[in-house]
């Protein structure tokens, strides 16, 4: 984007009105890093008519992202978050107030989320293998938690000290669907 590189994309999203978004987790390399530093360099941009832009940044490992039904808000994971933030989007595609929806700490790393038809937001917590939703309110469900309780607790204690390792994510994992995402 303007001749800088890109960093690495995560996910890419159409909306109603043709527009791409897509969302960068980080500029770290290898992107493996940033999962256990606090580095705050993720960002969603969008194309349209007038090209590629970034329209929000500062995001801690910009994940998956959703609109909810009528658009009017963009929902974006923030994996080391580790939370889901929202973004108000404007009738030209910028964004504005921005907040987070739910829980400040979803009490694992959030990947893949997606809205049902009575506007829950369901979500995966990879490594700590966990399936949650967020009501329309944002009151936190978890509906399957299939990882290994003392791991997963291990896996969250070095990260919040900045020490996670490979070895950490990979024991966290549980028996159904590993690293759920």
């Not at 527009?19 to 360099?41: E, H």
């Not at 108000?88 to 809205?115: N, Y």
Request: charged share 25%.
């Amino acid at each position: 984007i303007d001749g800088k590189p890109i960093g690495k994309v995560n996910f890419v999203l159409r909306d109603s009105k043709n527009r791409i978004w897509l969302t960068v987790s980080t500029m770290v390399n290898p992107c493996t890093k940033a999962v256990s530093l606090p580095v705050g360099d993720g960002y969603v941009a969008m194309a349209d008519e007038r090209g590629l832009r970034v329209v929000a940044d500062g995001f801690r490992f910009t994940n998956e992202i959703r609109f909810d039904a009528c658009e009017e808000w963009l929902y974006v994971v923030e994996t080391t978050g580790p939370h889901v933030t929202r973004l108000r989007v404007r009738a030209d595609g910028t964004l504005g107030e921005r907040e987070i929806f739910g829980p400040s700490h979803l009490g694992g790393f959030p990947d893949g989320i997606a809205f049902d038809a009575q506007g829950n937001l369901w979500g995966t917590l990879v490594m700590v293998d966990r399936l949650f939703a967020l009501t329309p309110e944002g009151d936190l469900r978890i509906l399957l938690d299939d990882g290994d309780p003392q791991a997963s607790r291990t896996l969250m204690e070095q990260w919040q000290r900045g020490a996670a390792t490979m070895e950490h994510m990979a024991a966290a994992r549980g028996t159904l669907a590993p690293w759920m995402a």
